[in-house]
Structures are given as structure tokens and as C-alpha cells.
């Protein structure tokens, strides 16, 4: 059984930061590419961010410069860093990782239960 646990959402004026965290646990043999995704009311979910496991990232056209992916392989943990945040970036954030749970199974993508983030005017 795997879990994805993200924390650090919450409410924050425009121009503000928050940092979101996403912790993976249990029977786990691999981490692969993570990502953070958002879902705004009505809307899509979309990617946010990437990381592989390896450490390259890519960002969506409207994060870029503003938000930072990273991780920690140690600690099974992946982070996103959203600075200068606009009241277009609320939504509900997600975190995805692909995860490997014995040597001889496939990297499978779980999803964490979401966090939101809502940004003030």
C-alpha cells in the first residue's frame, strides 16, 4: 500500500508564499518522475511541475520563474516552493508519482487527496 500525503496549503494574499510538501510511504521500491498538478472550480487539472528522479524539472508557462520544484530522495518527500503567488493560482494542488512498489512490477502513478491554496486579492 502507498500513500501520498501533501500538506502546507492554506490562505495567502496576493504576492505571497507558501510551500506545499508531499510525502510518499509505504511499500515502496522506486520513485520515478513526481509532479505537482492544480484543478481549479470548472477547470482541467494541469500540470504544474516536474521532477524526475534524476532532477530535471520543467514548469508550466504560467509558473515559470515564480515556482520551484524539488525533492528530496532520502526522505521519500517532494516540495513546491510558490512565490509571488496570484489570485489565479488558487486551485486545488496534487501531487503524482510514479512508484515502483516491488523489483519485479511497473512504476504506477498514485495521486495525493490535494491541498488547496487560495490567493487573495
Known amino acids: 500500500q502507498v500513500q501520498l500525503v501533501e500538506s502546507g496549503g492554506g490562505l495567502v494574499q496576493a504576492g505571497g508564499s507558501l510551500r506545499l510538501s508531499c510525502q510518499a510511504s509505504g511499500s515502496i521500491f522506486r520513485i520515478g518522475t513526481m509532479g505537482w498538478y492544480r484543478q481549479a472550480p470548472g477547470k482541467e487539472r494541469e500540470l504544474v511541475a516536474g521532477?524526475?528522479?534524476?532532477?530535471?524539472?520543467n514548469y508550466a508557462d504560467s509558473v515559470k520563474g515564480r515556482f520551484t520544484i524539488s525533492r528530496d530522495n532520502t526522505k521519500n518527500t517532494m516540495y513546491l516552493q510558490m512565490n509571488s503567488l496570484k489570485p489565479e493560482d488558487t486551485a486545488v494542488y496534487y501531487c503524482?508519482?510514479?512508484?515502483?512498489?516491488?523489483?519485479?512490477?511497473?512504476?504506477?502513478?498514485?495521486w495525493g487527496q490535494g491541498t488547496q491554496v487560495t490567493v487573495s486579492s
Open positions: 503524482n508519482a510514479k512508484i515502483q512498489t516491488e523489483a519485479w512490477n511497473s512504476l504506477y502513478p498514485y
Open positions: 521532477i524526475t528522479s534524476g532532477g530535471s524539472t
